[in-house]
Every structure is written in C-alpha cells, then in structure tokens.
C-alpha cells in the first residue's frame, strides 16, 4: 500500500495539469498563446531561413541543368555557325572562279589564234621576291617547254603575268615578270618604231616594280602611260598590257633613259592564270 500512495498522486498531479491546460489553451490571451508567440519569434526566422535556403538550392540545381542545355545548344549553333562559314566561302571561290572563267572567254576571243588553257596557281613563293612559281599544268595538258620554246601566261584581265620557266609531268613553273630572268619588247600604245624592253630587276622586284631600258631618245614615253607588248620576238603576242610608268631618269653610270613599271597584274592574288598555246609555231620536242 504505501508503493501505491506516491503513484496515485502523480496520476492525480498529472490529470490537474492537462486540465488546467485544457481550461488556459480555451481563453484568449491564454498561456498556449502566450508560449506559441514566444516560441514563434524563434522558430518562425529558423523556418523562414530552412525554406530560402531549399529554395536557392533548387534554384541552383534548376541553373545547372539549364546552363547544361544552354551549352549544348551553344555547341550546336557554332557547329552550324562553322558550315555555314565554311558554304559561304565555297560559294565565294566558285563565284570568282566564275568570273574569271568569264573573262577567259574575252582572252578566247581576243587571242582566237591561240588555244587558252586555264590553270591554278598551286605553289608561290614567299614574302615580296616573287620567284618562280607552280602552276597544275604540264605535258599532259600538251605543254612542253624546252630550250627553244616557252608559253606566255597571263591573268584573267589579259594582264602580262609571266612565261612558263618549265615543264613537268602535271605542272610548270612559271617566271613572273618581276623576276631578273624575265624581259619582253615593249612600247606605249600608239607609238610605232620606239620599243623599249621591259625586264626584272634585283634592285626593284621587291618593291613590286620592273624596269624598261634601251629607250632611244625622242621616245614618247611619260609617267601614267601604259605599256604593252610589241609582239616582236614570236613569244608574245602584240597588245598584252604590262603596267603604267610611274617614274622615268637617267641611270648614274650609263647615262641613258629609264623608267620603272608597275605591273598591272597582282601577283601575290593569282589564284587562276592562263596560258597562251599558240600550235603554229614549230612542232613540239617530245621525249
């Protein structure tokens, strides 16, 4: 019995206290309101803070996973950017092959004597010297140069480019007229009996000039005219344009007349040249 005493008194204490609970909670102003507001103004910035917090970390999740798709579609769009830069460069190159094409078929009719073989520039040499270069034309194509025999090479302007130096299998090598080794009879158009010669010049090859010597005195020649071939010599035909003066002195040590060119054909642009085959002369050496 007396084990019994001290747990009927807890059982009865306990009973009072939710009671008395039960009655406070009921009223307004109560203790549970009172507890409640006091507890909140803890719990409620704790709560405030759990639910930003799970918020930014979806949101991060969620940029991830975008930024991921993002990336995809902006390795895509590059890829198409790439094609679309790559057909438009095509597109260029046939256009320009197009035109020159076009032009070749007034170098047809101006030089109807002539077969007109057209070609790719293949090889150029480097920097401003403009030495010998590669063209993909050779002896299958029916060109054989030999000691006696050459082929005149012009652009699609019907600008003097050159002569072919020599020939192989698939290609040749082509002299451009700013080399030393390359000289043609020249004159003003209009003008009969004062030819001159142009030709390569070490000192002015690289400053993209040639130089016209053995130019009689009284010949009509002044800085802005155009130069052009004679015809003479067999090699090139009569009337090819060359370039315009563009200064004219007498030389330091052999006192004679000289003047400097400027060829019109743009050497460092060849993409496409064309070669003048003219089947009347002798008969070509074959190996």
Known sequence: MKRKGPRIIIIVLVTVAILATMILTALPGSTRTVIADYFGRIFDPLTSFFQTSVASVGDFFTAVSENKELKHDIAELEKENARLRQEVRTNEEKVKAYDELEEALNLKSRFEDYEIIGGIVINRSIGPMFDLFRINLGREDGIWVTSDRSYPVLDSQHNMVGRLYS?????????????????????????????????GSVEYKDQGLCLADQILEGTPLRVGDQVVSTGDGGLYPEGIAIGTV??????????????????YSKLEELNYVFVLVDHALSSIAEE
């Open 167 to 199: 020939s192989e299998l698939g290609s040749s090598r082509v002299v451009p007229l700013l080399h030393e080794g390359f000289s043609v009879s020249s004159k003003v158009p209009g003008s009969a009996g004062s030819n001159f010669r142009v030709r």
């Open 246 to 263: 563009v200064d004219i002195f007498t030389d330091s040590q052999s006192n004679a007349l000289q003047a400097l060119i400027e060829p």
